[in-house]
């Protein structure tokens, strides 16, 4: 392939296996983060000191920027909602200054997650990639992000911007946490029950990274979701089938989940119907379309 592609949040869920699919298709790997490792090809910065290994652009031909403070671990105090977008929009011109300053990069490529909740919260509208920006904190959040990530088009950058739903994977990510209650015999829709949750498989999400940087002709916002998003109860009562565990006809209110989570209640009772058209019109092909796919993929023992 002779290739090499730069990795920012490589050690988490989707950036870990990005990796490993890429070193295994051929691929050189750089990654960066905060701290150093024995590995010769991982490079350290500091988002907030505005530092940052130059010698990680050496050779490398597309970015994948992967890099940004989890949405949902921690409360959402004025300071977190900072740190939060600081930790992408400041991260991606970090790397922008440091690409005009290199001179020992091949870079034509940059790859970057965002997220649905750029639209914030539609009930049951049809999201394409032309919807407009929505409303909330996530949804400035996201369209910040998208801002910064756009400059890299001055460097003659071809961009590509990932929306990304809820990743499905048993390693890591919100469905541990969703199929939490489920495995304590408490599963139940939340709030209504009825908003979308669109959703993808990891193994999905990972070959997704990997078409855009080898399919040159996509560019632009693409909804990283499945075909087929579904609703809240309908993701709950699969993942219940799956664990072999009741699903209970009640719902949780949004009052009781606000009281647990304050204003992050945004991000779990979002509902965005999105659509792929956007991602199956440029050829790329899903390995898992139907959530019950997914999921029984997901849970099978592992031979």
Known sequence: MGKKILITGATGLVGTELKKHLLAKGYEVNTLSRKKTSDPNNYVWDIFKKEIDINALNNVDAIVHLAGEPVADKKWTEEQKKLIIDSRVKSTELIYDAI??????????????????????????????????????????????????????????????????????????????????????????????????????????????????????????????????????ALTKAIAKQLHRPFWPIKVPRSVIKLLLGERVEAVLMSNNTSAQKLLNAGFKFKFTRVEEALKNIYSPTP
């Open 100 to 233: 005009k300053t290199s001179k020992n990069h091949n870079i034509k490529s940059f790859i970057s997650a965002s997220a649905v909740g750029y639209y914030g919260d539609c009930g049951d509208e049809i999201l394409t990639e032309e919807s407009p920006n929505g409303f909330g904190f996530l949804a400035e959040c996201c369209k910040l992000w998208e801002n910064a990530v756009d400059e890299g088009k001055k460097l003659s950058l071809r961009i590509v911007k990932l929306r990304t739903g809820i990743v499905l994977s048993k390693n890591g990510g919100a469905l541990p946490q969703l199929d939490l209650p489920v495995r304590l015999f408490a599963g139940s829709a939340i709030g209504t029950g009825k908003q979308w949750t669109p959703w993808l498989h990891n193994d999905d999400m990972v070959e997704m990274y990997i078409e855009a940087i080898e399919n040159i002709k996509m560019e632009g916002s693409y909804n990283a979701c499945a075909p087929f998003p579904v609703t809240n109860k």
